[in-house]
């Protein structure tokens, strides 16, 4: 049994951000930290007062986190960005509100007063003393103290403070995890309502000092526990008055945290077990459940349950039989065949989160080098006469500006360029489309032309097939290739035109280049050419695709099995040692592959791999200081060699998401693996001490805790068949009246009576069963240590800034 927390974030815009800039504007992006901790950095938006980001992350964290914090920053090329401002939700705010925040919320001020992060280590004790009792007060140590010094560290001190009497630690020098070991005593007066206020302080020498946060006691609570000790988390100073509210500008967001009890696997098996009987049988049987399901799912939480239900089905081994036997219901309601799979039904929700979940590395595959090659060359393309702009595209000779029609017939022989490649890159894509994707398009493909068999119909099940290929995967992916992770930074205006004018004529062709996708915009009509030859490429292309049988599909699975694709793969920079051991700043470039064995290394992507560390031998997977190396984005894989001996190897990533992706990848592959750290040097031990902590002991434990817990939802992570359990029977309890009305509904007239069976007893009808294992489940819940019933109605979020 495991508690599990994650946040679903959304960062969708940005309005009425002040200027930075000289030119007054600015270059906009986001920050979002967790307890501090950067974790992910959103693309810069230039030149932008109101910048749009759009951008979807999912975060596992250990369910101890406290508050996530969105920094919106001014990117500068010359100088430090600057910090706009900042919104912060605390998790106390959103556990209280499961369905989280959607909407705007003012920028505040970032004061760094308020800039803490780090705990204190205290031990607190009421002794005798001569005269009274005294508050004897040890400081012993810290840890994730904040930088504030230009070295990457601080110098800090701590003082504490009670009854008017002040009292101070020595400083320790460029630390940010200090080991004081000091104690002060006070004297107790018997019902004082004093409290003791320990502070934090970074020493500087010509300026004044720096706030790191500060831990307030209730005294009075001391006298009863008589002794208190523990990691306590510094607070900022929140005395200050704050800019008013609005004049920073304003950010859309939309974030859930959702906290999960994942009961031992036996518990769900039920709930299993009844959901894959009824795919199996598809139509043929009750055919219950799954309609009902989606009877009662809403729209606004369609996708999600559609994923969910996807991913436990494809874990099973039964995707394609789900996902048919949503084929057969959908054309069961379907009497026109121009409003097959049109509209956002359980079947398309799970069509469209089946293709991102099996066939992302394909779509990479074949979009991959005509997106990067859109994005090198940076051409003006406007095929619309009335948005050309002649200023844009410079000249044509040496003196005469082109004019429109010259602009027009470029561009419209860019885009042939870039269509052609497109369409000659998916003909020979067949063989490289897995295997469990090209046999559900054939079930799709047998499904529609069974239901719509005239010769007037003859392309439609060719478009049923481009509805999910070419409309919901392929032209999204053209549109918005940072969010299908084919390129690290949103398109300029001049790219993001030329790819929706692709995305557009992908769109036509998918259609199969009906009149009415022809009607729409006239002035595509110098693509025609381009557009027909590609309907015909593309319907041999179905052709080949679709046309694959049972005992094919089944070896391209086994031989696809055998292959261990990359977890992650690319190159980062490897810091070598010098002489014996002693760590050097330099680093060399190589190319790395984490698989579910080995995180490999070679020289270049297709060179020899070698093996740098063994899977089960990782340890940890951490962050290390930015001053430990004078670099940032620095990463270290604590691991054990084969004799046993502890080892560790930096590697540097180019920036922040790359660096958390890495972690991420890292630590899900190792998190079975015995003997993970629980603590680690966030520093390097160098010449006879570690940088962090500046202990002289090598082999000390560590002075920070270790953060294996804390993940990025990737597509290409491995499923997790019982957190997805658990979340559908969280859905289905939601609906859990909706169940039942309905099956008072159908068994009226059996004169059926009430769902509880007793011991050894099972109901027949699927409906219910899947009530009696919701009662269980609702049980077994109950009895569990964190015994709490999930949320079913749920509030908007009031943020609060």
Known sequence: MAKRSSLSIRIVEGKNLPAKDITGSSDPYCIVKVDNEPIIRTATVWKTLCPFWGEEYQVHLPPTFHAVAFYVMDEDALSRDDVIGKVCLTRDTLA????????????????????????????????????????????????????????????????????????????????????????????LEEGATEALCVEAWDWDLVSRNDFLGKVIFNVQRLWATQQEEGWFRLQPDQSKSRRGEGSLGSLQLEVRLRDETVLPSGCYQPLVRLLCCEVKLGTQGPGQLIPLIEETTSTECRQDVATNLLKLFLGQGLAKDFLDLLFQLELGRTSEANTLFRSNSLASKSMESFLK??????????????????????????????????????????????????????????????????????????????????????????????????????????????????????????????????????????????????????????????????????????????????????????????????????????????????????????????????????????????????????????????????????????????????????????????????????????????????????????????????????????????????????????????RSRVTLQEWNDPLDHDLEAQLIYRHLLGVEAALREKHRELSAGTGAGSVRMGPGEAPEDPLAQLLQVLQDLQEAHSSSPAGSRPSGLNRPLALQT
Not at 147 to 175: C, H, L, M, W
Not at 381 to 388: G, R, T
Not at 486 to 493: K, Q
Not at 625 to 631: H, M, N, P, R, V
Request: charged letters at 25%; hydrophobic letters at 35%; proline letters at 6%.
């Open 357 to 706: 979940v099996a066939g992302m590395r394909y779509l990479h595959g074949v979009l991959g080098p005509i997106i990067d090659r859109v994005f090198e060359e940076k051409k003006y393309v406007e095929l619309d006469p009335s948005k050309v702009e002649v200023k844009d595209v410079g000249c044509s000779g040496l003196h005469r500006p082109q004019t429109e029609a010259e602009v027009l017939e470029q561009s419209a022989q860019t885009l042939r360029t870039h269509l052609g490649a497109l369409l000659s890159a998916l003909s020979r894509s067949v063989r490289a489309c897995p295997a469990v994707v090209r046999a559900t398009f054939r079930q799709l493909f047998r499904r529609v032309r069974e239901r719509f068999p005239s010769a007037q119909h003859e392309n439609v099940p060719f478009i049923a097939v481009t509805s999910f290929l070419c409309l919901r995967f392929f032209s999204p992916a053209i549109m918005a290739p940072k969010l299908f992770h084919l390129r690290e930074r949103h398109a300029d205006a001049r790219t993001s035109r030329t790819l929706l004018l692709l995305a557009k004529a992908v769109q036509n062709v998918g259609n199969m280049d009906t009149p009415a996708s022809r009607a729409k915009e006239a002035w595509m009509e110098p693509l025609q050419p381009t557009v027909r030859q590609g309907v015909a490429q593309l319907k041999d292309f179905i052709t080949k695709l679709v046309d694959i049988e049972e005992k094919e599909e089944l070896d391209l699975q086994r031989a696809l099995s055998l292959q261990a694709p990359p977890v992650k793969e690319g190159p980062l920079f490897i810091h070598r040692t010098k002489g014996k051991g002693h760590l050097m700043s330099s680093f060399k470039k190589l190319h790395f592959s984490l698989t579910t064995e080995a995180l490999s290394f070679a020289k270049t992507p297709s060179s020899k791999k070698s093996a740098l560390v063994k899977l089960a031998n990782i340890r940890a997977a951490e962050k290390v200081e930015e001053k430990s190396f004078g670099s940032s984005h620095v990463m270290q894989v604590i691991y054990e060699d084969d004799a046993g001996t502890p080892q560790t190897v930096y590697l540097q990533c180019k920036c922040v998401n790359e660096l958390n992706q890495w972690l991420s990848a890292l630590r899900k592959v190792s998190i079975s693996n015995p003997g993970l750290l629980g603590s680690y040097h966030p520093g390097v031990f160098r010449g006879d001490k570690w940088s962090c902590c500046h202990q002289k002991d090598k082999s000390d434990l560590g002075c920070d805790k270790t």
């Open 96 to 187: 209280t509100h499961p369905k989280g925040f959607s909407g705007w919320a003012h920028l505040t001020e970032v004061d760094p007063d308020e800039e803490v992060q780090g705990e204190i280590h205290l031990r607190l004790e009421v002794v005798p003393g001569p005269r009274a009792r005294r508050l004897r007060c040890s400081v012993l140590e810290a840890r994730d103290l904040a930088p504030k010094d230009r070295n990457g560290a601080s110098d800090p001190f701590v003082r504490v403070r009670y009854n008017g009497r002040t009292q101070e630690t020595s400083i320790v020098k460029k630390s940010c995890y200090p080991r004081w070991n000091e104690t002060f005593e006070f004297e």
